[in-house]
């Protein structure tokens, strides 16, 4: 019996034993199947560094610096995903002249990332944003670092305008025979005088004629007079004619069909470039190419955009159909913050109307003429924060 009662006792044991480490294991096990951080990534630019911390949802975190002025990144109840980290610990070199690199690791329960910065004296911003998730350390270099390389820096003094369409592309035709590409390069020289009344920037228009200038050409225009700023000016268009009002656009996915529809008609002037392989988008563009040009500028780009149709909201009676996502190739290539905007439906009978009196274009060069200059003042306030 006694020999029976130690057996009993030793599997019982024993059991516990297996019992406690397969739970252990099953727990740790359960944690890091279900991360909430799921990307940490960085992007480079003359004189600031982006982090950004892809998250699941929101979560809980705090920002603070550590006694040399490194940017210390809590998240007491982060879960870092396996791709990020194989260990408990991860380095990401960055080497950049304002981030060394970026140490990821568990503390506690949660997460800690600490911002290594290169020099001391650099500045940060942290932002939350959503749609998706997503936290934001903007890192700037010291203003020591930044006099020596820039004495106008953080200043937007060339804007781009750029009229949709032209040439033997005419746009959307309303249904009394307006041509979008007429509309749309008037309502740019009006932006452009009013601009250069402020003399405070240097407009470039990548069209100031009828003239079919390709997309591709567009983005080469922008990017070679080192624009600060793109706006590119279109007028709506629907299959259902009592579609209406206003809406302004900047670069992202589609996420509903009327704003996929809106990129593919002012995407399909494709067509008529003479270089058939910028048809196909998807495989010319690389998944690595296209997620570092969305995240560039897109914080930016939607700050414009937003101020763009608060002010379009305040001087017209029309709609206001929102500030949406889609991917135009326009915006896809363009080296700095870009919006597109679309000022009324010229597939509309009364939309169309209002499009060809002066007064209503005159309205609208006011609202867009206004939107860039108070971005550029906001912007250059904040000596390249955005809000």
Not at 98 to 121: F, M, P, Q
Not at 147 to 153: F, V
Not at 201 to 210: E, L, Q
Request: charged share 30%; aromatic share 8%; hydrophobic share 40%.
């Amino acid at each position: 019996m006694r020999v029976l009662n130690r057996e009993y006792f030793i599997l019982m044991m024993r059991f516990i034993l297996i019992s406690f480490i397969f739970l252990s294991l099953a727990g740790d096990a359960f944690a890091w199947q279900a991360p909430n951080i799921s990307d940490v990534r960085f992007g480079t630019h003359p004189n600031s560094t982006r982090v950004v911390f892809d998250l699941k949802t929101k979560i809980p975190y705090r920002v603070n610096s550590d006694s040399c002025g490194n940017v210390v990144v809590d998240f007491p109840s982060g879960r870092i995903a396996p791709k990020i980290t194989s260990s408990r610990n991860a380095v990401i070199k960055v080497k950049d002249g304002v981030i060394e690199d970026i140490e990821i690791g568990r503390i506690g329960k949660g997460v800690r990332a600490k911002i290594n910065l290169s020099k001391r004296g650099s500045s940060f911003k942290s932002s939350l944003f959503k749609n998706p998730y997503r936290l934001v350390i903007d890192v700037r270099k010291s203003a020591v670092i930044r006099a020596g390389l820039h004495k106008k820096d953080h200043k937007i003094e060339v804007i781009i305008i750029d009229p949709g369409h032209g040439g033997k592309d005419p746009g959307a035709i309303g249904r009394r025979g307006l041509k979008e590409k007429v509309v749309t390069l008037d309502i740019a020289k009006r932006v452009e005088r009013l601009l250069k009344k402020t003399r405070k920037v240097k407009v470039i228009m990548t069209r100031r004629r009828d003239e079919f200038i390709s997309l591709d050409k567009r983005v080469r225009i922008a990017n070679k007079n080192k624009g600060g700023l793109f706006v590119s000016i279109h007028t709506n268009a629907h299959l259902r004619r009592s579609a209406g009002g206003f809406e302004t656009f900047y670069l992202g996915e589609s996420k509903t069909d009327d704003a996929r529809a809106v990129a593919m008609l002012e995407n399909s002037v494709l067509e008529l470039e003479e270089r058939p392989y910028l048809l196909d988008l998807g495989r010319e563009l690389s998944k690595i190419l296209w997620d570092l040009r969305l995240n560039e500028f897109r914080i930016e780009s939607r700050e414009l955009a937003g101020i763009m149709q608060t002010n379009l909201d305040k001087r017209l009676s029309l709609r206001n159909r929102g500030v949406k996502t889609a991917p135009f190739y326009v915006l896809r290539g363009v080296a700095m913050p870009g919006a597109l905007v679309e000022t009324a439906f010229i597939s509309n009978r009364k939309e169309e109307a209002l499009l060809k009196k002066s007064s209503f274009r005159q309205t609208l060069a006011h609202a867009i003429c206004n939107s860039i200059l108070q971005y550029k003042n906001r912007f250059e306030k904040t000596r390249g924060f955005t809000e």
